[in-house]
């Protein structure tokens, strides 16, 4: 017989994870370190945001004016290629965006109850 361990939901620690920025197509640290919390409009827990610096907005800035000439430079076809895959992207996370939507909206209208 051979000892396997078993993990249960119940005994999982939750570990809530603290999303980064994103600047020049790399996920950096925020220089601060600083994070926040991120409720919806119920105020339950959605995610740990990091908070960017006056720094952070600066390079970000910086990689957007470097990334500037590749973008406009490139064809009407290879841009409309590229949108196209980020709309790929949504479509596949159709039923996220439904949610969100309905949630928002069911909060902002006393009258309507959300669905469970």
Known sequence: MVWRPTLQSESRLDVRKTYKLYVGGAFPRSESGRSYVVHDSRGRFLANAAAASRKDARDAVQAARKAFG??????AYNRGQVLYRVAEVMEGRHDQFVEEVVWTAAAAMPTIDPPS
């Not at 590749?70 to 064809?75: D, I, K, L, Q, Y």
């Open 70 to 75: 590749g973008w406009s430079g490139a064809t």
